[in-house]
């Protein structure tokens, strides 16, 4: 039977009634989880019909086995995101015949303690990069590369140490695409390594390491020698009796970078290691196998070389009867029969990926590649296909801990809170693992289950001391899995629920979102245009859950609010003092610390600050988490990186209705990022041919080269190619030099090397002036006049001259928008230069050149 085709807007239109007018939601469903083929074209109308195809699916896997549940039960339990949601790869994967990919979130590769030689490290980069053309992210450790300087047997003569290999998986996780996202990077390193420092400092240099997540690995030993003041010894190999290398260094001065790195660009993360081993189920096996070696990209899930995880979150808002009202309570007995619920679907899950991987396999033996070239991926999956039928690990996690609470009428960071939490996480975990043991009594034991290698176990033993019975029964028929629980990162499944964010807080429970706009149409307020004359209104968002709030107790939703009377509102609710930013870190550790105990992988959760913290206070934060029992923690300063969101309080507001208040431009990057984006543009300058390469960063001129094009020895570059990338580069004897890349029409990448020494030198060296001064910020109209000003006595630099003030015109804002740059006060696209001074339209902002 054809499948039903449906444009975008047909399905856009049905799923935004579906959400209720939720705009956001309606996107990211249609454009991330829509069934598709690879034409684009869109075979599900609303998410109701991709419940559907989960159902369907997992009631196929259901009725191999005893006690099946039918499609019906599976649908009602998926339908509204209401109670259980699979995450991701599962919602993506299950059930697509249009895509051969993996149901797997996240993966971990290594090739063992010994795998320290160029072909390992190789091999390893070959395989993360098929991990992720499969949809997957994936995490490897690098303790065992050997240490910058060690001898090696080939003609480098030494080792380069960590960071260059760094800067490889980097590299490779940019250039895979997954389904229009990028792929997904954790590399870790032992505190223990003598790279430790280079590797905590990696990602210092803008540009490098861009397409990795870094985590410390960090051992109790460590934490005490920063305690106490003392020495600490790092050597290498990290876990022999008799190293090879051995390094005394002073733990706090290593400490103090940790959290001075976190402080200014949120990494390194760090992961106590020996907390990670010593509380880990399946570690009871590891000279079987499954001994951990590195995490997920998000650190929540710790595995095992080529061990994977799939995902699923149960909504904990749904459990809360009468929310938001006086006599509200939490359905503990239906949540119980649904955590079961849930382990026996992520079970099913397994046998569905199982599948995957045969199609997979399947895919690599029908590919026209010689079998050289296929050998190596094809013993990849059967690696990851034995591992997790071996295992049978799963992910069953939560989400909406925020709301929940909030509408128990519970602050999120108190007490209170933290222990509620933790009754509601310990259910998680006995019901989890009671359905694991009923599963193993039907379906049978993972295959190396043993009850005697689990039973000096911490989280083991805290179950048996909750639930002796269940323990009985475990030891008696074993478990189906041999780990079930973590709580990972919700963003677009939270979007579609509808709520809070796995087991954050709130981020907000009011903030602006902006609509693009027909100026045409009749009673329509335009806030601002862009730099491509669309029009935008500007409008309050209420967060969802905010608004069950109001409902609950009276307030009215269509009344349009002040300000003023908007932080009245939030004043009264319960989410007041309990969001993102202005929970008590301490106490939001020490939650995490205190449900850590009833999940026996990790979770995922932030830390986040406002600017204006100390480092003393991100170190005191590791701290406590390390006593409370985490397994890692992870913390954001407000704009310290680019990209996390910036927040504004009621001071800064006043400021941006104060033209005479001047903002600050973001921080200048003076250190060359290794690759830049980069506009070509051709022009005739009297009567010659001329090209220029500008550098951007972040949309702004930040390097120029540029010069004569002759027919003879000019560039020669396709009509079509108007931009590319400009990369640092170094001959072999250390000499530096700038290449152009651009990737030609059949999709292959052409370099031209040596850009600055196309050129006339005499060229070069003003452009280093010129681009020198673009570094450093100068605004675009006063370069020009600078270039302009210059006398020269050289015809030919005053033909060059002409050029640069030619090419760099394109980027003057002439009464528009300033070519690519956000006002860092409201964030909009709309700075203009006018009377020498960068200026905001949207809020008026400025800053005087």
């Known amino acids: 039977m054809r499948k039903k085709i449906y444009t975008f807007d047909e399905a856009y239109s049905a799923t935004l009634e579906y959400f209720k007018g939720d705009e956001l939601a309606a ?124 001898p090696v047997k080939n003609s480098a003569l030494t080792s380069t140490g960590l960071v260059p290999f760094m800067e490889r998986y980097s590299n490779s996780t940019r250039e895979v695409a997954q389904d229009g996202r990028r792929g997904a990077l954790m590399l870790s390193v032992s505190i223990k390594h003598p790279d430790a420092e280079d590797f905590i400092d990696a990602k210092l240099e803008q540009g490098k390491v861009t397409g990795a997540n870094i985590s410390v690995k960090i051992d109790d030993d460590f934490m005490k020698a920063v305690k106490e003041g003392t020495v600490y010894r790092q050597q290498y190999p990290i876990d022999s009796d008799k190293p090879k290398y051995v390094k005394d260094i002073d733990a706090k001065k290593l400490w103090e970078k940790i959290v001075h790195n976190a402080w200014r660009s949120a990494e390194p993360g760090v992961l106590f290691w020996d907390t990670i081993i010593r509380e880990s189920v399946p570690d009871c096996y590891a000279d079987l196998g499954f001994q951990t070696v590195s995490t997920n990209p998000c650190g929540e899930i710790p595995l095992c070389p080529y061990d994977s995880c799939r995902l699923l979150a149960i909504n904990l808002y749904s459990y809360v009867v009468n929310p938001f009202k006086k006599d509200a309570y939490f359905d503990f007995d239906l949540f119980a029969k649904h955590v079961r619920l849930a382990q026996r679907i992520m079970d099913d899950i397994i046998d569905l990926e199982s599948e995957k991987i045969d199609q997979i396999l399947e895919k690599i033996d029908s590919d026209p590649e010689s079998e050289e070239v296929k ?112 709580i990972a990162p919700t963003g677009t499944t939270s979007l579609m629920s509808q709520t ?244 030609n029409r059949k999709g292959y990448k052409v370099t031209i090397e040596g850009l600055d020494g196309k050129f006339n030198p005499e060229y070069w060296n003003y452009a280093k002036l010129i681009s020198g001064v673009l570094r450093y910020g100068m605004p675009i109209d006063q370069v020009i006049k600078l270039v302009s000003g210059l006398e020269l006595d050289s015809e030919t630099i005053n033909t060059w001259k002409n050029g640069v003030e030619r090419a760099l015109k394109r980027y003057l804002p002439n009464e528009t928008e300033a070519k690519g740059q956000k006002c860092p006060v409201c964030g909009v696209e709309s700075l203009v230069f006018e009377e020498g001074c960068l200026k905001c339209r949207n809020c008026g902002a400025s800053k005087c050149g």
Request: glycine share 8%; aromatic share 10%.
């Open 27 to 150: 996107k990211v469903w249609v454009s991330k989880y829509a069934l598709k083929d690879s034409e684009g074209r869109i075979y599900e109308k609303t998410p109701e019909d991709m419940h559907w195809r989960l159902a369907n699916e997992v009631g196929r896997i259901e009725r191999k086995y005893a006690n099946p549940l039918s499609e019906k039960e599976l649908f009602d339990l998926f339908d509204r995101f209401r109670y259980i949601i699979p995450q991701g790869s599962p919602m993506t994967g299950i059930g697509n015949e249009f895509q051969v990919a993996s149901l797997s979130n996240c993966f971990v590769i290594g090739m063992g303690k010994n795998a320290d030689s160029y072909g390992a490290i190789i091999r390893i980069d070959e395989e993360q990069v098929q991990l992720m053309k499969r949809r997957g992210g994936v995490g490897h450790d690098l303790s065992h590369i050997r240490p910058k300087g060690s």
């Open 375 to 486: 050998s190596a991926e094809r013993h990849l999956w059967e690696k990851i296909r034995r591992k997790t039928l071996e295992g049978r690990r799963t992910g069953v996690g939560i989400t909406a801990e925020g709301d929940m609470l909030a509408a128990l009428g519970i602050r999120y960071g108190s007490e209170e809170g933290n222990d509620f939490s933790e009754k509601v996480h310990k259910v998680v975990a006995l019901n989890a693992y009671a359905s694991s043991v009923e599963l193993a009594k039907e379906r049978g034991a993972f295959e190396v289950y043993d009850a005697e290698r689990e039973k000096n176990n911490p989280f083991i033993n805290r179950l048996k001391n909750e639930d002796p019975k269940l323990y009985e029964k475990m030891v008696k028929y074993g478990r189906r899995n041999i780990a079930c629980l973590t």
């Open 500 to 743: 809070t964010s796995g087991i954050e807080p709130v981020f907000m429970p009011v903030y602006k979102r902006r609509r693009k706009v027909n100026p045409s149409d009749k009673d329509v307020k335009i806030d601002f245009v862009d730099e491509n004359g669309d029009s935008w209104e500007e409008y309050v968002v209420f967060h969802h859950k905010f608004v069950d709030w109001m409902v609950a107790n009276g307030y009215p939703t269509t009344k349009k609010y002040t300000n003023e009377e908007i932080d009245e509102l939030v004043a009264k609710s319960p989410y007041y003092k309990a969001t993102s930013n202005d929970v008590d870190w301490l106490m939001k550790v020490r939650m995490q610390g205190r449900v850590q105990k009833w999940v026996d992988h990790s979770i995922s959760v932030t830390i986040n600050l406002p600017s204006d913290v100390t480092e003393e206070l991100v170190g005191e934060l590791y701290m406590e988490a390390w006593k409370s029992g985490c397994k890692g923690c992870t913390v954001y300063r407000d704009g310290s990186r680019s990209g996390v969101l910036i927040t504004n309080d009621n001071k800064e507001e006043e400021k941006r209705n104060n033209n005479e208040d001047c903002y600050e431009l973001p921080p200048v990057v003076t250190s060359r990022p290794t690759e830049l984006d980069a506009d070509v543009i051709k022009f005739q300058n009297n009567k010659e041919k001329w090209i220029a390469f500008i550098g951007l960063l972040n949309g702004r001129p930040y390097e120029i080269f540029t010069g004569l094009n002759d027919e003879d020895d000019g560039i020669i570059l396709p009509k079509n190619v108007t931009s590319g990338k400009i990369i640092k580069a170094y001959d072999s004897d250390g000499r530096k030099h700038y290449d152009f890349q651009f990737q």
